[in-house]
């Protein structure tokens, strides 16, 4: 049997921990300028070029203001990787079965063209993600100034903390903008 005291106590405490959590949010995106969702305890933040951080707040509102403290660093970083690249998270990763597989099939060193394209560069970094950036159309100067370029990049997201989502922003997203 259900009792309806302790659950009308952890009701409003449940109440009362969303709402000091809206409002820490709605005042660190008030000072960032920042535009934003806050579906219950989801916090996502609009960033440069079709891209949005995605991370799921703590019940506890000191952490939660740490974690907003930290937010502008996080949204910087992102940011700074030009829209021309993609982060991801990486999807599937090659087993030592699926390597073998592939040398024993590889041609030989004959049987390559001398003739090289790169069409993609794809860099996977820690915290289960990937950095990519088409290469269609570039000289191989360019390609060369890219991967001079990628370290800078790589360090940006590789900032950021794994519990922060990197994704693509969505037609969907409803954002808000608090003034």
């Not at 809206?22 to 969702?37: A, H, I």
């Not at 990486?90 to 041609?107: F, W, Y």
């Not at 390559?112 to 794809?122: C, K, S």
Request: charged share 30%.
């Amino acid at each position: 049997m259900r009792n309806d005291k302790t659950t009308d106590g952890t009701l409003k405490k449940h109440k009362a921990s969303a709402e000091a959590t809206s409002t820490l949010v709605k005042n660190r995106m008030r000072e960032l300028g920042c535009e934003y969702q806050l579906n219950w305890r989801t916090l996502e933040l609009k960033l440069l070029y079709g891209r949005k951080l995605v991370v799921r707040l703590p019940k506890d509102s000191a952490a939660v203001e740490r974690m907003l403290g930290r937010l502008q660093q996080y949204v910087e970083a992102v940011n700074s990787v030009p829209g021309e690249y993609r982060v991801t998270s990486r999807i599937h990763t090659i087993t030592d079965a699926e390597t073998a597989d592939n040398q024993s099939t590889r041609p030989t060193a004959a049987e390559i063209p001398f003739e090289m394209t790169i069409e993609e560069i794809i860099v996977r970094l820690s915290k289960n993600r990937e950095l990519s950036r088409q290469t269609e159309g570039l000289t191989m100067g360019e390609v060369a100034q890219l991967c001079d370029e990628m370290p800078a990049y790589i360090d940006a997201i590789d900032s950021v903390p794994c519990n922060f989502r990197i994704r693509p922003v969505l037609s969907c997203d409803k954002w808000v903008v608090e003034s």
